[in-house]
């Protein structure tokens, strides 16, 4: 879970860049995981540092869910505003 997360945080810089705008524009950030106590243990420092670094102010919600596509353990879903 950990090295997905690592992975999407790039994927989502880049996305947001391509887009032409910034991740501190972030408003919503939805977690979906296998595991909420994984993520508690294993990946809150890669995301409250992520978080930090880029300024963002989101509003957060985490679901734990049973299964995501191709066997991933987390995926994020980002609003962004300019």
Same mark, same amino acid.
């Not at 887009?19 to 979906?32: D, F, H, P, S, T």
């Given at each position: #879970?950990?090295?997905?997360?690592?992975?999407? $945080? =790039?994927?989502?810089?880049?996305?947001?860049?391509?887009?032409?705008?910034?991740?501190?524009?972030?408003?919503?950030?939805?977690?979906? *995981?296998?595991?909420?106590? @994984? $993520? $508690?243990? *294993?990946?809150?420092?890669?995301? =409250?540092?992520?978080?930090?670094?880029?300024?963002?102010?989101?509003?957060? *919600? #985490?679901? @734990?869910? =049973?299964?995501?596509?191709?066997?991933?353990?987390?995926?994020? @879903?980002? *609003?962004?505003?300019?």
């Amino acid at each position: #879970m950990r090295s997905q997360l690592q992975q999407i $945080f =790039q994927n989502l810089e880049h996305l947001i860049s391509e887009a032409g705008y910034e991740c501190q524009g972030i408003v919503r950030l939805n977690v979906y *995981t296998t595991s909420v106590a @994984e $993520f $508690f243990t *294993t990946c809150t420092d890669i995301y =409250q540092a992520w978080i930090a670094r880029h300024g963002v102010k989101q509003a957060t *919600t #985490m679901v @734990e869910v =049973q299964g995501l596509f191709a066997g991933l353990t987390i995926e994020l @879903e980002a *609003t962004v505003v300019k």
